[in-house]
């Protein structure tokens, strides 16, 4: 069964703070999709990818990149953390029309 | 590009009685159809996944209905018990185009009351 692990579960940072989320897929998909999930907006798509080195931009990706070094792992990076960035972090990763998320990371900055 | 409005975005019945979650999309492409549930502090876990073709989907307690000619998507829970107490999100997708990109509607929060 696919699995997909987020790491870390929880992170607390302050303003203008450097973070990295972390996602890995162990079934070899080829999408994998960063979320982030808001009350009264449901999950929005910040960034996604078809394949390591590949990167192609959501519908909110302002203030994060991303980069997929392989085909298991999937990065998002805030490099300068904004308290609007505190939010429910989900990766996903595709097979045809089938989705796994993952567990999600609860972000907060301060 | 497509948008999903979801209604109500919250819902209290009682044990035993129906719920029902409509979203309404925007895109007359989109294809494939899927109902999520997110119980509190845990993920999306997958309820029903549709294809355009099929209108009426019977799940364990539920029945997904899609509606091509509104372009709405329902999902009616029948005799609702607190463990269906969660957030129920809808989300869409095109055939082609943004297939790869799934649209979710803002969320639903259900709480069954015993």
């Known amino acids: 069964e696919a699995a997909v692990t987020q790491s870390p579960r929880n992170k607390v940072t302050v303003t203008g703070g450097n973070v990295t989320l972390s996602c890995r897929q162990t079934n070899s998909h080829n999408y994998m999709y960063w979320y982030r999930q808001d009350t009264g907006h449901g999950l929005r798509l910040i960034h996604y990818?078809?394949?390591?080195?590949?990167?192609q931009i959501g519908d909110v990706p302002d203030g994060y990149k991303a980069t997929r070094t392989t085909q298991e792992d999937f990065f998002l990076l805030l490099e300068l953390a904004s308290p609007s960035q505190t939010s429910l972090y989900f990766c996903?990763?595709?097979?045809?029309?089938?989705?796994?998320f993952g567990s999600g990371t609860r972000l907060l900055v301060i | 590009g497509e948008q999903v409005e979801q209604r109500p975005p919250h819902l209290s019945v009682r044990e035993g009685d129906s719920a029902v979650i409509i979203c309404t999309y925007t895109d007359p492409n989109s294809y494939y159809f899927f109902w999520y549930k997110q119980e509190p502090g845990a993920g999306l876990q997958l309820l029903m996944k549709v294809f355009s073709s099929t209108e009426i989907n019977e799940g364990q307690g539920f029945t997904v209905l899609l509606n091509k000619k509104d372009k709405q998507l329902s999902l009616n829970l029948t005799a609702a018990h607190p463990g269906d107490s969660a957030v129920y999100f809808c989300a869409v997708t095109p055939l082609s185009g943004s297939f790869n990109k799934l649209t979710f509607g803002a969320g639903t929060r259900l709480a069954v009351c015993p």
């Open positions: 990818s078809y394949g390591a080195g590949n990167l």
């Open positions: 996903a990763s595709k097979q045809g029309s089938d989705y796994t």
